[in-house]
């Protein structure tokens, strides 16, 4: 199955590997450390302010698309994807 995740990008329901947070994403070291060695991977579908940010193998969104909404999307696709909150 394919989830919406802003502007006009559908990703694999399969290939993600990770929904976080705007806060979460703000206030981890790990994660600002991940993004700078990802730069060239990164993706972004908001114009300013993100609400998420999704990591697939090949790119990292930065998504105007909520974390909450973006799961109802995973669990109304039917997918077999496993969901940790």
Same mark, same amino acid.
């Given at each position: 199955?394919? @989830?919406?995740?802003? =502007?006009?990008?559908? &990703?694999? !329901? #399969? +290939?993600? @590997?990770?929904?976080? =947070?705007?806060?979460? &994403?703000? !206030? #981890? +070291?790990? @994660?600002?450390?991940?993004?700078?060695?990802?730069?060239?991977?990164?993706?972004?579908?908001?114009?300013?302010?993100?609400?998420?940010?999704?990591?697939?193998?090949?790119?990292?969104?930065?998504?105007?698309?909520?974390?909450?909404?973006?799961?109802?999307?995973?669990?109304?696709?039917?997918?077999?994807?496993?969901?940790?909150?």
């Amino acid at each position: 199955m394919y @989830i919406h995740v802003g =502007e006009d990008v559908m &990703v694999r !329901s #399969s +290939e993600i @590997i990770a929904i976080l =947070e705007k806060d979460t &994403v703000h !206030s #981890s +070291e790990d @994660i600002k450390q991940y993004l700078s060695e990802h730069q060239d991977a990164v993706v972004h579908l908001a114009n300013g302010n993100f609400k998420s940010m999704i990591i697939t193998k090949p790119h990292v969104y930065l998504s105007p698309i909520a974390p909450g909404t973006l799961k109802k999307r995973l669990l109304k696709s039917g997918s077999d994807v496993e969901i940790d909150d």
